[in-house]
């Protein structure tokens, strides 16, 4: 088996480029390669843009039912953006920590999963030195995560100390990890 | 549940993670013979590693890497070929060090870590499955000249 290993030194760098939250589009390659997954997303059309949704009902076990970010709108229970929400988070460290500001619920229901979306955000053409692909539009998910959703001592990637969601009353999310290999072995 | 990720992940590995780290720039490819140490190891003992060791076959500059067809590939190649180089010792190329800068002889030289940003990965022939190399064999002889025959790091996803 052979074995591909980044530096210590080289990881936090590598997460922040890939996570990329206080940095634009990179001109130098195309979609989706140059798109940072939580793309900062100031709420124009200067970037990409994120969301994390906490959603209700049965997780999906692959992406192929999630295909533009409108997909399972009616099991949205909380969503956070970037551009205004996600201040709190932590993105130059290996596991990247993600935080939020709190956002009020938008319908209420059991928090059972999420999801992380990266979106074009509304522009076509050239923006950043990125020429969308012809047909995309701002619901066009470029990079997405999900995982799972429950309560605290049950073991989900995101543990809520009450999974029962409540429309209008604030959520944040605190602390989700997210660790990055930096070394790989292969054939 | 471990946390499912797109497959895209891949082409933001390899664009952003990867190769934004300084490959897209003139860097340098260092040979080594034997059994190949962790990164970790490397940075915690440069001395052990610099080109005093006779482990130390042969260093390669200017190596330029881009991710092809605007990033739409699940790998990195380099695209810009090192000169031939003649190989500062005689051995057989296992492993090898991509910096992110473009490191000098005296670097190489120094107990100073030329720089704390790289990665580590094996050599092989053109038939291995090496992220460097070379036509034919990966033998290196002292002052004979070795050109490296391609460089790839590919992103898979399951």
Redesign the interface.
Known sequence: M?????????GP???T??L?YTLAA?S??????????LAPGDGGTANQKTYLSVMKGT?PI??STLVNSTSRSADKLITFSTGTDFSPSATTVNPAIISTNYVAAGAPGIATWFWIYTVYNGYTGSLNGL?SPAGVSDTT????????AGAVGSG??LEIPDTNIVAGNAYRILNLR?Q?PT?WT?? | ?T???????R???????????GL?SASGITIYSGI?P???A??ADWPTYNSTNAKFLAHFTGAVWS?P????TTFCSITTFPAATPADKTGTGSWCILW?TNPTGAQLLSSTLPS???????VSNLTG???VRFATNTDFVAGVSRTIGDGT?GATST
């Open positions: 052979a074995t591909i290993d980044m530096s210590p030194a080289f760098g590598y997460v480029r890939m990329g990179n130098s390659v195309g979609y989706p390669a140059g798109a940072p997954m997780i692959d992406f020429t998910l470029l990079h997405q995560l999900i995982g799972t989900a990637d997210l990055f070394t292969f054939a | 549940m946390i499912l990720f797109h497959s895209n992940i082409h933001l590995m390899i664009g952003r993670g990867i190769l934004a780290g897209t190949q962790t990164a970790a490397i940075a991710h067809l605007s990033g739409t992110m704390t940003q790289f990665i580590i990965g094996p499955n090496g992220i790091i």
